[in-house]
């Protein structure tokens, strides 16, 4: 199992930093991730936040891409009903041409009632939207579309569809699984089966809430406190617009007495070798390819973001190296395109 860093550039009103410097550190940290050994770099896209989420993630990730030789470029994920799907195969073959081939896009179709209305975008259409968003951009990719065009013949498309059903309607359509769930794998496999696709060609990755660390007790005291805001914040701004009371403040230490599961339910956080082991449990056997984590939690001091980067990398990443997959095949995407 290969493992990644994941990067939101948020940047809390209670710890503001100059954002220009958050920015400059932030890619700094995209070069030493790379040079400790880490196999992929994700960003990902929220608007209107009160800490200035980051916005454009393929923008970030070509600035990621320049900085770098070898690690995977990933958007994780990006709001692809937001954008014209021809703007987005080309921004994204610019990714992928500066990268060298390295680009993983991963798209979801969006939940904030804001955003949509920002962009001018129907939400009530967004999961029909990006089904034909994946297709068109397949065609653009190819021959005579958008000039010029990746390096890759097809980059890889990573669907962020969650639970059952969207596990199956990615499977049926033949593209990636942006989760790292063990129990969306049957579901995607059925719809994969539905679609007329070779299983093996299953591919899988997502994100871990969780924060890594050589010393729990006296890294906790840190770490709360930025676990509270992100799952806060996020908490509020998934009902704006919606009608929905805000949810109640959440008890990051009820957080951390659970181990990975949903989306802000959970926040798996301790030394190396026990998130190594509840990683393994929460894959539960499905073709995970990679896991990420966050560099930061929602603006931590660069020493602690610097410190968790070399945790990943020198501590994490070896113990699940060996953690692979055991579904033959798996490797290759639905083309047969070798990674």
Known sequence: ??????????????????????YAFML???????RLGADSLWFSEHHGFEDGYLSQPLTFASAAAA????????????????????????EAAVVDLVSGGRLDLGLGAGYRVPEFETFGADISARYRTLDAQVGEL??????????????????????????PKGAERAGRMGECLL??????????RDGLVAGGHDPASARMSGGIDGFVTEDPERDWALVAPHT???????RR??????????PRP??????????PGRPLSSFLFDTPEKVAAGVREYVAGAPVETVWFGASVAGMPEAAVAQHVNVICNRLRPLLQDAGSPVSGAGTDHRGTAR
Not at 1 to 22: C, E, H, I, T
Not at 237 to 246: F, S
Not at 250 to 259: A, E, Y
Request: hydrophobic share 30%; proline share 9%.
């Open 1 to 22: 199992m290969k493992v990644g860093l994941w990067f939101d550039l948020r940047n809390p009103p209670r710890w503001r930093r100059d954002p220009a410097r958050l």
């Open 28 to 34: 700094e940290m995209c070069e030493e991730a790379e």
């Open 67 to 90: 900085r770098t030789r070898r690690v995977r470029i990933g958007t994780g994920i990006l709001i692809a009903p937001l954008r014209k799907t021809v703007q987005l195969a080309e």
């Open 138 to 163: 397949r065609r653009l990719w190819g021959e005579d579309g958008v000039t010029p065009g990746p390096v890759q013949e097809q980059p890889p498309i990573w669907l962020g569809y969650q639970g």
């Open 179 to 188: 989760t790292a769930n063990g129990e969306s794998w049957p579901h995607y």
């Open 228 to 234: 509270a805001y992100q799952f806060d914040s996020y």
């Open 237 to 246: 701004y998934m009902v704006e617009g919606t009608g929905r009371p805000v």
């Open 250 to 259: 959440v008890d990051p230490d009820r957080l951390r007495s659970r181990g």
